[in-house]
């Protein structure tokens, strides 16, 4: 007998499951299709990164459930340190006492282990991992895809969510803009001497961004910050070859000190850098979220991010359509999810590609213009709120999911 869903999701990564989840508490019932186990996703060792989750992602987590496993896990971020190669002139974004913190850092890893548990034993989440689609059908009525060990999977709705290779993007045409930063991100943990106090330092340099973003301390009280230093994909491969103590010795002396005596606390992973936009996410009962969608440079902190913002926007569009009568696969559902979700990515990810440009400019001119800019930032109250309320992903139209 045909288990027909709602929706098939491609694609069980950080957004494939949350939309699963988030789709399920409004009654849709999702096939979600990884080539990847769950067993391999969690896996240590598998993604070591550290997500920034922000305020309104963090809402969205509560709103399906993941507050209680989660909860003790993050580590708020309380200000974020913006400075010019660790020059003076550096930007504070410190808020006020009662106007709560700028998110909260997770390990991946955590996540990945809330979500797939959350998922378990949920009638409306039927999870095939370890499979690949063969082919994708999307007709007038229903779509349905054929995996690789013989079964064909039927649903109303084709969600691509694969991530940045998307093939499910390629497969229907939706071209992207893109581009490659040429730039190399090595992600680890570090143990180190002095509380971080929950401040992210962003320390841009012209060779690229070194962050350090604040983790609950471990057990055994040492204090711990997450790694993200990017580098020129020229020295990539330099890098990435030297031995751990010269490598923390390297981040040591960008830090200038400000932590303290630092040991590494994680192994090193390296995550090349690009740009994508699809300048369309949806077509014929087809709609892609995350990454399959949208990939940006992750000085920001916000792929991830944007990825929840289309999921609370996709669920609250198809349960508006449902309460209207409509199928999950109903063209004025889409289009109504692409106008909602194209202006809000697309300036997210622009701005996010202009500092990383305005950054990069090397030389001592563009250094002091820069530092000249972030001093009018640092004395200006209001530019201050606006860009703490953008890292918080509360400004703009929310769907509800994202609220708290
Ligand atoms: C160094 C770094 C640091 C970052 N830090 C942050 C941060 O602090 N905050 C933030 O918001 N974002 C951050 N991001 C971005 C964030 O990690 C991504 O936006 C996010 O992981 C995208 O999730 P996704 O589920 O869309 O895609 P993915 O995580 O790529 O998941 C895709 C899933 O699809 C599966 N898949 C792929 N191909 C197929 C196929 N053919 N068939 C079936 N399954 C398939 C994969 O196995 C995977 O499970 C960072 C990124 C990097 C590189």
């Given amino acids: 007998m045909s288990d027909r869903r709602d929706l098939v999701i491609l694609g069980g990564g950080l957004v494939g499951m949350t939309l699963a989840l988030a789709a399920a508490r409004r009654g849709l019932s999702s096939h979600v299709i990884d080539k ?11 993604d070591g990164r550290a997500s920034a989750i922000s305020t309104a992602s963090w809402n969205l987590f509560c709103n399906i459930g993941l507050a209680q496993p989660l909860e003790p896990l993050g580590c708020p971020i309380t200000s974020i340190a913006v400075t010019d190669g660790m020059k003076p002139g550096r930007i504070d974004f410190q808020p006020k006492a009662d106007e709560g913190t700028l998110g ?3 390990a991946n890893r955590d996540i990945r282990l809330a979500l797939f548990e959350a998922a378990r034993g949920r009638p409306l989440i039927a999870l095939h991992s370890g499979v690949e689609p063969l082919s994708r059908d999307r007709g007038e009525h229903a779509v349905a895809v054929t995996l690789d060990d013989g079964r064909m999977l039927e649903g109303s709705l084709l969600v691509g969510a694969e991530g940045r290779q998307s093939p499910t993007r390629a497969d229907a ?8 930063y040429s730039h190399r991100a090595f992600v680890t943990a570090i143990t180190h001497e002095k ?14 961004p070194l962050a350090l973003l604040p983790l609950n301390d471990l057990p055994d009280g040492r204090h711990r910050s997450a790694v993200v230093w990017t580098v020129d994909e020229s020295d990539a491969n330099g890098v990435a070859a030297l031995p751990d103590a ?22 090193r992973m390296g995550y090349p850098l690009s740009f994508h936009h699809a300048g369309r996410i949806v077509d014929q009962r087809l709609v892609l979220v995350g990454d399959a969608a949208h990939g940006m440079h992750p000085i920001a902190g916000q792929g991830l991010n944007l990825g929840l913002r289309d999921v609370g926007v996709l669920v609250e569009c198809l349960s508006e359509g449902l309460r209207l009568g409509l199928d999950p696969g109903d063209a004025q559902v889409l289009a109504r999810y692409e106008r909602w979700r194209s202006l809000d990515s697309l300036t997210v990810m622009a701005a996010t590609d202009a500092i990383v440009r305005l950054f990069g ?15 009018a930032v640092q004395r200006s109250g209001w530019l ?9 992903g509360m400004s703009g139209d929310l769907p509800e999911l994202l609220r708290a």
Avoid: Q
Avoid at 384 to 392: D, P, S, V
């Fill in 36 to 46: 990847a186990t769950p067993a391999e996703l969690t896996a240590e060792g598998t």
């Fill in 384 to 392: 201050k709120t606006f860009f703490m309320n953008e890292a918080r």
């Fill in 361 to 375: 400019v090397p030389g001592k001119l563009p250094s002091a213009v820069r530092r000249l800019g972030m001093a």
């Fill in 173 to 180: 045409g939706l071209v992207s803009a893109k581009w490659d």
């Fill in 246 to 267: 010269v490598f923390v010795g390297e981040i040591a002396a960008r830090l200038e000190g400000i932590f303290g005596k630092i040991e590494l606390a994680a192994p």
């Fill in 195 to 208: 509380p971080h106090g929950g401040v992210a330092w962003e320390v841009f340099f012209p060779a690229g």
């Fill in 104 to 106: 909260r850092m997770f």
